[in-house]
């Protein structure tokens, strides 16, 4: 039964993550297909978003519910970022873009990849986007263990200028009821090699609802996290999605997330951030340009599970398909991934 919205808010309103209107969930299978060409043919493509989906983990964390695989073998990892390139020829070619005005970088775990990887990919997009690396905003999502000196570096001079890094907690014992196990002392040496290396824009993600998790732990965490001075900060309520480890576990989010969000809400205010969303603070002098504007510009979405969406659309267009043929690592609980479907209802959200 539909709970009224009066209703949800007594309870929490904590049910799940919509980021965009309408829902994914509304989208059905186009009959016929329409052609990216059609779709996209009346359609203001200047100031485009870029986004690729790289689905590479260390390991997978017990609140995710994306589409990535943990540990995969080199072999797969090739073939799939050979699988990405031959989308994007192709999504350009039908698209005919004439801007990418934003680009980002998601997963899964971007940083899984080698700094040879990451050159190769970029020159990649490049030659099929008009996008001007260091001319743009470019955000990149990075884990404590993934990252190094040398692929820091590597990443600033391609031109990315936000580094987004997965903390989730500082408190080890939050970490654990995340099912986010982190070596001692790996976030701070995280930390500060991102700090070292300067980027424009340094974004702390944190995760609060964790079983048993008090307002004590959350605070001493937010602390932890303002400590660093990042120019931007995320605070995530904790959703557990169906068949996550969580999940599995039996593991419930706390019944305190408002007040959890009431508390981190008034230590980053304090501290001199501005809220934008719900989720997202910023530092108030922080300025960062961007001429994409998701209300009224078109996205590009490569890799397995993304789909080329026009501005203002209520349908998403037929995608070509893209199957990298391989196994993962040899462990029989990690199956290949499907391949890139034209059909949006797939999507791993």
């Given at each position: 039964m539909n709970r009224s919205l009066k209703d949800r808010m007594a309870h929490g309103g904590f049910d799940g993550y919509a980021y965009a209107y309408p829902h994914k969930t509304a989208y059905r299978p186009l009959a016929p297909p329409v052609p990216l060409t059609e779709a996209w043919r009346d359609e203001d493509k200047r100031n485009l978003f870029l986004y690729v989906h790289l689905p590479f983990c260390e390991m997978r964390c017990g609140f995710c519910n994306l589409f990535t695989t943990v540990q995969p073998e080199s072999s797969l990892v090739a073939q799939t970022l050979a699988a990405i390139e031959r989308q994007s020829a192709t999504v350009a070619s039908l698209i005919a873009p004439d801007r990418v005005a934003q680009v980002a970088f998601g997963?899964?775990?971007?940083?899984?990849l080698t700094e040879g990887e990451l050159e190769c990919l970029f020159?990649?997009?490049?030659?099929?986007?008009?996008?001007?690396?260091?001319?743009?905003?470019?955000?990149?999502?990075?884990?404590?263990?993934?990252?190094?000196?040398?692929?820091?570096a590597c990443l600033k001079a391609l031109g990315v200028d936000r580094i987004s890094l997965g903390v989730q907690s500082f408190e080890t014992e939050d970490l654990v009821a995340l099912k986010r196990p982190q070596?001692?002392?790996?976030?701070?040496?995280?930390?500060?090699?991102?700090?070292?290396?300067?980027?424009?824009?340094?974004?702390?993600?944190?995760?609060?609802?964790?079983?048993?998790q008090t307002?004590?732990?959350?605070?001493?965490?937010?602390?932890?996290?303002?400590?660093?001075?990042?120019?931007?900060?995320?605070?995530?309520?904790?959703?557990?999605?169906?068949?996550?480890n969580l999940d599995r576990s039996g593991k419930r989010p706390g019944d305190h997330r408002r007040a959890l969000h009431r508390l981190a809400r008034e230590h980053l205010v304090a501290a001199g951030y501005r809220q934008i969303s719900m989720r997202h603070f910023?530092?108030?002098?922080?300025?960062?340009?961007?001429?994409?504007c998701c209300q009224d510009d078109g996205m590009i979405g490569l890799g397995a599970g993304r789909v080329p969406t026009p501005a203002r659309s209520t349908t998403v267009p037929n995608t070509p398909s893209v199957s990298p043929e391989s196994k993962r690592s040899s462990s029989p609980s990690t199956?290949?991934?499907p391949p890139i479907s034209p059909s949006p209802t797939t999507e791993p959200y």
């Open positions: 997963g899964g775990t971007p940083s899984f020159t990649r997009l490049g030659q099929h986007w008009p996008v001007a690396w260091g001319g743009v905003p470019v955000s990149f999502e990075v884990s404590p263990g993934t990252i190094t000196r040398e692929k820091l070596p001692a002392g790996q976030l701070d040496l995280a930390c500060a090699l991102i700090k070292g290396a300067r980027f424009p824009v340094f974004n702390i993600d944190l995760i609060y609802g964790a079983e048993g307002l004590d732990r959350w605070r001493r965490s937010v602390e932890r996290a303002l400590e660093w001075q990042p120019e931007e900060v995320f605070i995530y309520p904790l959703y557990v999605g169906k068949l996550t910023r530092r108030a002098e922080l300025v960062r340009r961007a001429d994409h199956p290949a991934p």
